[in-house]
Structure formats: structure tokens, C-alpha cells
């Protein structure tokens, strides 16, 4: 894995040569460093704003999208039809649609007809626009839909007989699944979980649509202060690939401590491939990607 020095070298060479070909355009229009530099290095609160938005925006919806995910997962394996219906019609629907309609429906279209209004809220004392409620809540509603196939996935990895050994000690379905089943799952769900988590922080960016401040959105009204819009956009994607790449340490640190006791585990972790496929040593990407 690569070094944080070295990822922050390769991006600002990386902005160094872009910057260069961008200086030899026949309008000879020259990169504006300190506004670049600046907009990196010496972040205004509208950039920190956004940023700490996008941030606690992703930690929320994913983890309702986890939530959901194990529900729904746990209702397609259910014996009930209704349950496994409902379940599958769930999951066909927000997987089946693009993430672009589904916020611009629930905000403004339900909004519209008044069957959720939006408004907003107060808790602890901080105010939540009713913006914000609607891009957390499909968000994550849309990330349950393909948590529930990673997590379905992750149970049924494990072994049958491990929930017949827990029932014949009499426990209930319900606790062999919180104390024998998930735990033995995660760790086959952590690996594309992490990248479900990692692509969150890049999907809220579409939250612009609902007029809310996120980080691209701060960046949008930057280069619209300043009509520096190539070096506005570049220093955004730079601090989305600077989330990320924090982001995969982090997994990468989770992955190691659910990997100790494992059978063939080593304190490596996973090769930077199989942290890009959502997959682990003798799992295929394709049994426990979301399908995206």
C-alpha cells in the first residue's frame, strides 16, 4: 500500500502536469497557483464546511444502509414469502433505478404532493434542513439495497451446519445469527463494505441537485466567486481522492484486525487488488460485489 507521502507527491504532480498542459492552451490563460494551493492547503470555512458535511453525510447514510442491508438480507433468506417479497421488490426497485431520480422524487416530487413535507428538524439543539433528511435518507435507503446482497452473501459462506450445531445448543435463529453466523460473515462483508463506504464518499456529490452544500457543491460556488473553474475543480478532486485515500488505510487496519484468528490469515492484509474488487483470498468479487 502506498505511503500518505507518496499519494500526496503523486497527486500534486499529478496537478503540476495538468496545470502545465493547461498553461500551453492557445488562450494562454496562465494556472492560478495560490488560488489552487490555497483552495489545499488553506481551506476557508465554506471548504471545511463542506467538507465535514460530506463526511458525516456518508457516516450516517451508510450506516443505515448497513442497517437495512441486514435486515432485508435476513428477510430474502426468511421462510415467510410475504417477507422475502417484500424484500425482493425492495432491493429491485432502488437497484433498478438511478440514484439521481431517486433523489429528485423523494425531495421534490413526495415533497410536492405533500406526502412527506420535509421540514425541517431540531436535534440537540442543531438544525437539520429538510434537504439534508432527504439526501441521507435515499442515500441510504438506496445503499440497503446492495448491502442486503453483500450481507446475504457473507451468510451464506459460512457453513450450514454451524447454524445447526448453535440450534442443537438450543439457541433460537436469532441468536445463532447475532452470536455464530454475522460475525463469521463479516468477515467476508468487511472487504466491499469498505468499498461500498469508499464510493458513498464520492456518491454524495450528487447531492447538488437538492441544493445541499456539500463538498462539490462548495466547490461549485468557489470557481462561481473567483471563474477559476479548472483550478477550483481540480483542487475538489483532490480532496475527494485525499477522503478515499484515508478511507483505504483505514479499511485496510479494519480488514487486519477481522482477519487475526482466521484460517491462513496474515498480518499483511488484503493486496490492494482484492481491496479494489471487494473481494478475499478464495472469494469471488462477484459473490459479494453489490452488482452496481
Known sequence: MPRPAVVLAGALLLAAGVAGCGSQSTTQETFNWSAFTGAI???????????????????????????????????RMARAAPLRWIASIYIWVFRGTPLLVQLVFFYF??????????????????????????????????????????????????????????????????????????????????????????????????????????????????????????EMYLACALWFLLLTTIWGFIQAWIERQFAKGAPGATTAGPSLRQRLLGSRPGVEPSLVSGGR
Do not use: C
Open 41 to 75: 492547503f488553506s481551506p476557508d470555512h465554506l471548504i471545511l464546511g463542506g467538507l465535514y458535511l460530506t463526511v458525516i453525510i456518508s457516516v450516517i447514510s451508510q450506516t443505515i444502509g448497513v442497517v437495512l442491508g441486514i435486515l432485508l438480507a435476513l428477510a
Open 109 to 230: 416530487g413526495v415533497g410536492a404532493v405533500h406526502l412527506w413535507p420535509w421540514n425541517a428538524i431540531s436535534i440537540l439543539g442543531l438544525t437539520i434542513p429538510g434537504a439534508i433528511q432527504a439526501g441521507i435518507f435515499v442515500l441510504g435507503a438506496n445503499e440497503g439495497a446492495y448491502m442486503s446482497e453483500i450481507v446475504r452473501a457473507g451468510i451464506i459462506s459460512i457453513d450450514p451446519g454451524q447454524m445447526e450445531a448453535a440450534k442443537s445448543l438450543g439457541m433460537t435463529y436469532g441468536q445463532a445469527m447475532r452470536r455464530i453466523i454475522l460475525p463469521q460473515a463479516a468477515r467476508v462483508i468487511i472487504p466491499p463494505l469498505g468499498n461500498e463506504f469508499n464510493n458513498m464518499l464520492k456518491t454524495t456529490s450528487l447531492l447538488f441537485v437538492l441544493g445541499i452544500q456539500e463538498l462539490y457543491e462548495t466547490f461549485v460556488i468557489k470557481q462561481g466567486q473567483n471563474f477559476l473553474p479548472f
